[in-house]
């Protein structure tokens, strides 16, 4: 069994996601709301809910961040792989595959370090929104944990890619993959 699969079997592996999904769907559901019902209080001139946008903010940066963070478990993210679609099995194929994984790692962890420092300096200084006077800790938080957990994703995948490549598990998969789709061609 290798490493990743012993990984997945782990509780907490487990658990994250399913934590990332009732979140989203929770956030969702909240931002959903948030916008309902100032157009239904707009619409019926009931209640003036001004400052509306600074709380669906808030909420907004949790939902988009966790479902990155979401999406990293799911390798769901949008990427740009012509170069793995339009080559075939090499070397150098597997050395860009290498090079995506630590790039990858590499500009995650450094975002998060970043949002880290932003919270900090929130902190430091004080940062409310202008009229509940929300911490932006709240929001900028949101955007340290989903790149937190992004980046803990993308060192357990990339590591497991890595592991990969140099075990020629790559080149063998696709060759079977090649090997299924001619003989169902035929």
């Known amino acids: 069994m290798t490493n990743l699969k012993k990984l997945e079997q782990s509780k907490l592996w ?24 100032e157009t239904a209080f707009r619409l019926f001139d009931f209640l003036n809910f001004n400052g509306y946008e600074e709380i669906l903010i808030m909420v907004a940066f949790w939902l988009y961040m966790l479902g990155c963070a979401h999406g990293s478990y799911e390798k769901s993210q949008i990427k740009a792989d012509i170069l793995e679609v339009m080559m075939k099995e090499s070397a150098f194929k597997n050395f860009l595959r290498v090079v995506r994984e630590v790039l990858t790692v590499i500009l995650s962890a450094i975002f998060t370090v970043w949002a880290f420092n932003l919270i900090l300096y929130a902190i430091g200084v004080h940062t409310t929104t202008p009229v509940y006077r929300i911490p932006m800790t709240i929001g900028y938080s949101s955007i340290f944990v989903g ?22 598990t790559h080149r063998k998969a696709a060759e079977e993959a090649a090997e299924a789709e001619g003989g169902a061609n035929s």
Do not use: H, M, R
């Not at 559901?29 to 019902?37: D, K, M, N």
């Open 14 to 37: 487990k658990a994250i996601p399913v934590i990332l999904q009732w979140c989203v769907v929770i956030t969702g559901a909240v931002v959903t709301l948030i916008v309902f019902l």
């Open 147 to 168: 790149l937190l957990l992004s980046t803990f994703y993308f060192v357990v995948y990339g590591i497991d890619e890595i592991i990969s490549v140099k075990n020629g």
